[in-house]
């Protein structure tokens, strides 16, 4: 019996399956017929389907191979390029896509047609190959991961840690990592400006977001002296004052708000606390009710964003500033009216009528019971009656009606 080797690394259809092997050996048994077996030495045929080669290892005889000699193929030689065809050029195809894989499509992919993120081991075909994340509907494809926010970017986004070029960040967490002080930068100072102001500019329909350092940057502080704020340029700590509230509010709708110590994002600063915060920077006062409107006049332009959180907060927003102003324009007739019984009664007639007004300035909820804090206006100049020796005259007033007295602005 004739053993051999047959080789078929010339051969163009790819011996990958055992019929591809015996379509192969149909095609040129019979021109072997006739050949003579010399071991070590190969017999060559050619045919359509390419070159085939019989490797002779041994042979018994020095007979010419005939039609019923007996022959054992001890080994194919494939060509190993051929195993692992490209599916796109036909070029050997060591890679695979995973995600043709897994939709169970031809996956292999040669290191031309594969595409790769950078330092990533997952191949895929152009098909697959996930788009630059940086906002919705980016046509680029996504060559590397950012290695803040581990998000898939484009070139266009590519951007290099200052002293170690390999390592890439997208434009945003590389501003906001390497991003310099700008008002440091003016005085010829190099300072990191990790904060970045907060400011909404509804000319550009983003928030400001220049780099600031610690020094330069202000906190406007909705929520509260010990909680972090929001970050102001100079620039806009000086706009606070003159600008247009929706300007205010839309920045405080779009600043993350600090999270509490029960590890939650602490809510909007409600009505009350907005307005004694603008009390604070705007260079007139503003009503409940101008604030109020201005929440109201955001609408077209907070739902044309179509962001969720954003759109929830300024619903809560909307709810929760209106109701608060319903139960105000309630509320203070009746805390008025009570304020000047009161005084009638205990101290005579001519104290009802010296109360003039009253504001409330505050509320907030005890044991589920909203409480007030009123700002009443007198005509007096010695208030002191009206609250009596250790506040005995006020304090009934003061529980009976759960509220808290001011008179005119705090003063005694
Ligand atoms: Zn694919
Ligand atoms: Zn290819
Ligand atoms: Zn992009
Ligand atoms: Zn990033
Ligand atoms: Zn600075
Ligand atoms: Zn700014």
């Not at 390029?81 to 599916?87: G, T």
């Not at 897994?102 to 040669?110: F, G, K, S, V, Y």
């Not at 788009?131 to 680029?140: A, D, N, V």
């Amino acid at each position: 019996m004739i053993e051999a080797i047959l080789d078929l690394r010339e051969w163009r259809e790819t011996a990958a399956s055992p019929s591809a092997i015996g379509r192969a050996w149909a095609a040129i048994q019979s021109s072997l017929v006739g050949q003579l077996p010399v071991a070590a030495e190969a017999l060559e045929v050619r045919a359509e389907g390419g070159i085939a080669r019989l490797w002779i290892v041994s042979t018994p005889s020095h007979e010419p191979i005939a039609d019923d000699t007996p022959l054992l193929l001890l080994d194919v030689v494939r060509n190993p390029r051929l195993m692992y065809v490209c599916r796109d050029c036909g070029e050997y195809g060591p890679l695979r896509c995973q995600k043709c894989e897994d939709e169970e499509q031809p996956a292999r992919l040669c290191s031309k047609c594969a595409k790769t993120i950078l330092d990533e081991l997952t191949a895929y075909c152009s098909r697959h190959l996930p788009l630059c994340e940086c906002r919705e509907g980016c046509p680029e494809k996504a060559n590397f991961r950012c290695r803040k926010c581990r998000r898939l970017f484009g070139t266009h986004q590519q951007k290099a840690h200052p002293r170690d070029p390999e390592t890439s960040y997208c434009a945003n967490c590389h501003w906001v990592l390497f991003g310099r002080c700008q008002p440091c930068a003016e005085l010829r100072k190099q300072r990191l400006g990790r904060s970045k102001c907060g400011f909404f500019r509804r000319d550009t329909g983003e928030r400001c977001a220049l780099p600031l350092c610690w020094e330069h940057s202000q906190q406007w502080r909705a929520w509260g002296q010990d909680n972090r704020g929001i970050p102001l340029c100079p620039e806009h700590v000086k706009a606070l004052a003159t600008v247009d509230l929706e300007s205010i509010l839309l920045s405080l709708l779009t600043t993350k708000p600090p999270i509490s110590d029960r590890g939650r994002p602490m809510p909007l600063p409600n009505l009350f606390r907005v307005r004694k915060l603008l009390k604070t920077c705007r260079s007139r006062p503003e009503s409940f009710r101008t604030i109020l409107e201005a929440v109201q006049r955001l609408e077209p332009d907070i739902e044309s964003r179509g962001r969720e959180r954003l759109s929830r907060d300024y619903r809560y927003m909307r709810e929760s500033y209106g109701e608060a102003l319903a139960d105000l324009a309630q509320k203070e007739p009746m805390f008025l009216e009570q304020i000047r019984d009161y005084y009638a009664r205990e101290l005579g007639s001519g104290y009802g009528s010296a109360i003039l007004g009253a504001e409330v300035i505050e509320r907030w909820k005890e044991k589920g019971q909203w409480r007030y804090r009123v700002d009443v206006r007198t005509s007096l100049t010695n208030r002191g009656h009206l609250i009596g020796p250790g506040g005995q005259r006020i304090k009934p007033l003061q529980e009976k009606y759960g509220i808290r007295i001011d008179f005119d602005g705090g003063q005694r």
